[in-house]
């Protein structure tokens, strides 16, 4: 069975979400030195992220696939990644220049994922 353009945009944003959780995990000590903030900040942020691909990936687990979840989550997603450029352009001086390509790097994934959210949307016809 052919896996809807939807169905694979929604795992891509699971992974990315859950890759992004397990990194602030593991290396939490570099990327906190790197960003210049404590643990605990990347601890709640990879928190966040963990709950976010277990729920995208339940989602998709449970064949729950509506437009309204997948439009609110390409809408998330570039929001997030416009608020870290904002963030990055704002506080420029307070990161290292690692954390200043991480966050750039970050930025981009989350704009790029809702892009594809978007796109998948108008490749995928409407269930009746």
Do not use: K, Q, Y
Request: proline share 2%; aromatic share 8%; net charge negative.
């Amino acid at each position: 069975m052919p896996t809807s353009p939807v169905r694979s945009a929604l795992l891509l944003d699971a992974a990315f979400e859950l890759v992004a959780a397990a990194m602030m995990v593991v290396a939490g000590g570099t990327f906190a030195d790197l960003l210049n903030v404590n643990r605990i900040v990347l601890w709640i942020a990879a928190g966040v992220f963990l709950a976010a691909g277990i729920g995208i990936a339940a989602a998709v687990n449970a064949d729950f696939e509506s437009r309204e979840l997948v439009w609110s989550l390409a809408v998330a997603n570039i929001a997030g990644g416009v608020v870290l450029w904002v963030l990055l352009g704002v506080a420029w001086g307070h990161f290292e220049a690692g954390g200043r390509w991480l966050l750039g790097a970050v930025a981009d994934m989350f704009i790029l994922v809702g892009v594809l959210e978007i796109v998948a949307l108008r490749r995928t016809p409407v269930r009746e």
